[in-house]
């Protein structure tokens, strides 16, 4: 059975960092893109970052240069770090297994791990 189990979430200042991480078990996923999504209180899942198999990288705006995203294969794990966090980085995040096609998408998306908690203060 699939399970992703993502730990790393807490409270931080504005400006702080966090790394964020997505253990993967049931499967191996190194062929597989992985994404990391967030989605904050009445809002609809949004798009951070997403990682190919070969390592290229995905980000949305609101988070490029700020946020990395990397795997480790050997690990089953892809790691979110996190870095000059903004209040409105507040949101639960979710990574997840891509299934193909565009890495916007939540739907392209077949696993999802139950989510961290990250909340930024001011």
């Known amino acids: 059975q699939v399970q992703l189990v993502e730990s790393g979430g807490g409270l931080v200042q504005a400006g702080g960092s966090l790394r964020l991480s997505c253990a993967a078990s049931?499967?191996?996923?190194?062929?597989?893109?992985m994404g990391w999504f967030r989605q904050r209180t009445g809002k609809e899942r949004e798009f951070v970052a997403a990682?190919?198999?070969?390592?290229?990288?995905y980000y949305a705006d609101s988070v490029k240069g700020r946020f990395t995203i990397s795997r480790d294969n050997a690990k089953n794990t892809v790691y979110l770090q996190m870095n000059s966090l903004k209040p409105e980085d507040t949101a639960v995040y979710y990574c997840a297994v891509h299934g193909g096609g565009g890495y916007l998408e939540p739907y392209r998306y077949d696993y999802w791990g139950q989510g961290t908690q990250v909340t930024v203060s001011s």
């Open positions: 049931g499967r191996s996923f190194s062929n597989y893109g």
């Open positions: 990682i190919n198999w070969s390592t290229s990288t």
